[in-house]
């Protein structure tokens, strides 16, 4: 296929992407629900389990296999500059409020899903399809328990802002525990993909390696570039060079993760959360923010949808396994959560919420299972199967949390916390 032509039809699959992107996000948006609920259906939508369900010659004539690694660099790219742009929003300071509450819950929304990860795995892997051949025992239940513990941090970030609860009670202790349990997820799912591709010595070479690459950036990077956010924070201005030079620093973050054997997402995220704050944070934001969050990220909702094959599930056998995996994921989560902040003293309709707020998965679900199937940890069968689970806890946290802490509701507190991503676009949607 000839260059222009591969242009093309790029275009045009990015074209169809944003368009259902948007009526998908607005009919989310009218039901209630956070717009990336919308996303995430409509990459569903756009694949094999519908569009190209019943329009299987139109589908498979706009999403062409030559353009498919101009859509996965797309995707790649906008998952990732958007866990930078997360790690930019990350608190460190939520950690010194209500630590013990916060250690207390994140370590039962782990320790509960991880065991039911475990006797789950004791029957899932005698089912053919899910798991790839031969993978052990131990990595089938870290990887299980990693999917069902983790969650969705940038929307749980976003529910908080938005009701006005970042410095409440309830507001500090889910942002801290969830920060905590998607830290905890993501470095029990570095050392499956290193166990798995290689042995001990590749986990012990993607654990070491993330540790100093972490202590690297916040000894270290985080002093260096003070000069730099210094500058910006006296001229207001983040000159076109220093934000080349930041993007470069994001390019070899991503670059040393890939290389220690984590994935590149790491090194966004903690490159996010080493940045100096203040102005510097700011105007990077504002160059990165809509085109991250409106071009790329529904590439990525895409791609995940073109290997989400929801028909699958038309199997008894395997749509049985899909709903035990989601009841035992929404109780293990839920309950875990909310008994941890009971014991810890909370409140009865504080500790529903933040086990309501917790139980969502979101898009580091969709995430952290795409880099599973990657590596061939998982089979699609069980791809499509968290993928609906995802969607699912995603779609029922914001009603689940409405009906258990709706007549609650405090008064907006003034805070000096940045906004999250989705909250500044919901009062950008208001406001136009």
């Given amino acids: 296929m000839a260059f222009y032509e591969l242009l093309a039809a790029f275009a045009l699959q990015l074209a169809v992407i944003l368009v259902a992107a948007q009526i998908f996000g607005y009919l989310a948006r009218f039901i209630g629900q956070p717009k990336v609920v919308g996303e995430m259906v409509a990459g569903v939508v756009l694949g094999p389990s519908l569009f190209g369900l019943f329009w299987p010659d139109i589908q498979q004539q706009i999403f062409i296999p030559h353009s498919m690694p101009l859509l996965y660099f797309g995707a790649q790219l906008g998952v990732g500059l958007y866990m930078f742009l997360v790690g930019l929003e990350f608190n460190t300071q ?31 892997l005698d089912i053919p399809g899910l798991f790839a051949t031969g993978i052990s025992y131990g990595n089938a239940a870290l990887f ?18 938005e009701r006005g609860l970042s ?11 969830g920060a ?7 470095t029990v799912l570095a050392v499956v993909l290193a166990s798995f591709g290689g042995g001990a010595i590749l986990a012990v070479k993607a654990v070491l390696g993330g540790i100093s690459y972490a202590t690297l950036m916040f000894l270290y990077v985080t002093r260096w570039l003070q000069p730099l956010a210094d500058k910006v924070e006296r001229t207001g201005v983040l000159s076109p060079l220093q934000f080349v030079f930041v993007l470069m620093l994001f390019a070899a973050s991503a670059y040393a993760m890939e290389w220690v054997g984590l994935h590149a997402v790491f090194g966004g995220f903690i490159l996010g959360i080493a940045m100096p704050r203040g102005e510097l944070v700011e105007q990077i934001r504002k160059r990165l923010e809509k085109i991250t969050i409106y071009l790329l990220l529904p590439m990525f909702f895409t791609y995940s949808g073109l290997k989400t094959q929801l028909t699958i599930l038309g199997s008894w056998d ?13 109780f293990a989560k839920f309950i875990a959560c909310w008994a941890a ?33 990657k590596y061939g940890v998982i089979e699609p069968a069980l791809f499509s199967i968290m993928v609906l689970m995802a969607i699912v806890t995603t779609f029922m946290a914001t009603p689940l949390f409405e009906l258990v802490y709706g007549r609650f509701q405090p008064k907006p507190v003034v805070d000096h916390q940045p906004e999250s991503i989705e909250l500044r676009e919901v009062k950008g949607q208001a406001g136009s």
């Fill in 94 to 124: 939520l950690f010194r409020a209500q630590a013990k509450n916060a250690i207390a819950v994140s370590l039962a929304g782990m320790l509960v899903p991880f065991t039911v990860a475990a006797v789950l795995c004791l029957w899932l």
């Fill in 144 to 161: 299980l328990g990693a999917a069902i513990a983790i969650t969705a941090f940038p929307m749980l970030a976003r529910i908080i802002y």
């Fill in 341 to 373: 902040a009971r014991l810890t003293g909370t409140d009865n309709p504080t500790a529903m919420a933040v086990g309501a707020l917790m139980n969502a998965r979101g898009l580091m679900e969709l995430i952290i299972i795409n880099i599973a199937l």
């Fill in 318 to 330: 395997v749509m049985s396994v899909a709903l035990i995996i989601l009841v035992a994921s929404v």
């Fill in 180 to 186: 905590i349990d998607d830290a905890a997820a993501w």
């Fill in 167 to 177: 410095g409440t009670a309830l507001g500090t202790l889910a942002l801290a525990a």
